[in-house]
């Protein structure tokens, strides 16, 4: 099943995409799914992000390709950071490179759950019945405010519109062994699997439940793969005019033009 948020002139609602149908949703469809018995087609609306997040909760370095190309060691435990909800922004919505920092803002592809069910110091085992499902995200991250001007990564990650997510929330999906990846313009710059993290999803939502509280419509970032800009020689950074696309294989692709601020 896939679930869209949707504007249609002006009206905002949640529905289950069915081919060239969306069946409007009463609610987002948290913990039960109610349907209004309305159906609008799908030309005439536009997708927005897929959830409005109370938290948008991130791992930093959980794959391990990507680890070793930073030239970090492994981490122990899964590193935690938290993006500004006001970063969230949906498909084919403008990445906007910062008006103080626009030279060396990067992309980040990664699979993303959304949780559907309060998680509250949940055990492993049953950690994934509180996801309602996956979205395909965009960690974009502007480098030098991350790695050399602040100290720590919240302002570098959180810029307004540093957080894409879409097209939709799969509800079908089995997150052990999902490829992940991201072209620039077209050319592929990310090529990974889940198989790859260090920290699977149900292991993400066990340990980050048991220092807060998981509500329902939370998105975790699950990490990016090799392939990130910074690391490249010479590095490539997102600059106006590009596109890019990220892809989570049984999800689907979203796509964001960028642009100046000026």
């Given at each position: 099943?896939?679930?869209?948020?949707?504007?249609c002139?002006?009206?905002?609602?949640?529905g289950?995409?069915?081919?060239?149908?969306?069946?409007?949703?009463?609610?987002?469809?948290?913990?039960?799914?109610?349907?209004?018995?309305?159906?609008?087609?799908?030309?005439?609306?536009?997708?927005?992000?897929?959830?409005?997040?109370?938290?948008v909760?991130?791992?930093?370095?959980?794959?391990?390709?990507?680890?070793?190309?930073?030239?970090?060691?492994?981490?122990?435990?899964?590193?935690?950071?938290?993006?500004?909800?006001?970063?969230?922004?949906?498909?084919g919505?403008?990445?906007?490179?910062?008006?103080?920092?626009?030279?060396e803002?990067?992309y980040?592809?990664?699979?993303a759950?959304?949780?559907?069910?309060?998680?509250?110091?949940?055990?492993?085992?049953?950690?994934?019945?509180?996801?309602?499902?996956?979205t395909?995200?965009?960690d974009?991250?502007?480098?030098?405010?991350?790695?050399?001007?602040d100290?720590?990564?919240?302002r570098?990650k959180?810029?307004?519109?540093?957080?894409?997510l879409?097209?939709?929330?799969?509800?079908?999906?089995?997150?052990?062994?999902?490829a992940?990846?991201?072209?620039?313009?077209?050319?592929?710059?990310?090529?990974g699997?889940?198989?790859?993290?260090i920290?699977?999803?149900?292991?993400?939502?066990?340990?980050l439940?048991?220092?807060?509280?998981?509500?329902?419509?939370t998105?975790?970032?699950?990490g990016?793969?090799?392939?990130?800009?910074?690391?490249?020689?010479?590095?490539?950074f997102?600059?106006?005019g590009?596109?890019i696309?990220?892809?989570?294989?049984?999800?689907?692709?979203?796509?964001?033009p960028?642009?100046?601020?000026?």
């Amino acid at each position: 099943m896939r679930i869209v948020r949707f504007d249609c002139d002006g009206q905002v609602g949640y529905g289950i995409l069915e081919d060239d149908w969306i069946q409007v949703l009463a609610d987002f469809p948290g913990e039960a799914v109610a349907l209004t018995g309305e159906r609008i087609r799908t030309d005439t609306v536009r997708l927005l992000a897929p959830a409005t997040p109370p938290n948008v909760l991130a791992i930093g370095l959980n794959y391990r390709q990507h680890a070793r190309e930073t030239g970090k060691e492994l981490p122990d435990h899964p590193l935690l950071f938290i993006k500004a909800t006001t970063a969230v922004i949906g498909p084919g919505d403008p990445i906007v490179l910062p008006v103080e920092h626009p030279d060396e803002v990067d992309y980040e592809a990664e699979l993303a759950m959304v949780i559907g069910r309060t998680a509250r110091r949940v055990p492993v085992d049953q950690a994934l019945a509180h996801v309602l499902g996956f979205t395909c995200a965009n960690d974009v991250s502007a480098r030098d405010c991350q790695l050399r001007l602040d100290g720590q990564w919240a302002r570098g990650k959180s810029f307004d519109t540093f957080c894409p997510l879409g097209p939709w929330i799969e509800t079908e999906l089995d997150p052990a062994k999902v490829a992940v990846s991201s072209h620039l313009n077209g050319t592929p710059m990310q090529h990974g699997n889940t198989a790859d993290l260090i920290f699977g999803c149900a292991e993400l939502i066990a340990h980050l439940s048991q220092a807060m509280t998981l509500l329902p419509g939370t998105v975790i970032l699950t990490g990016t793969p090799a392939g990130v800009g910074v690391a490249r020689k010479p590095p490539v950074f997102l600059r106006p005019g590009d596109t890019i696309a990220v892809t989570v294989d049984g999800v689907g692709t979203l796509r964001n033009p960028v642009v100046s601020a000026l």
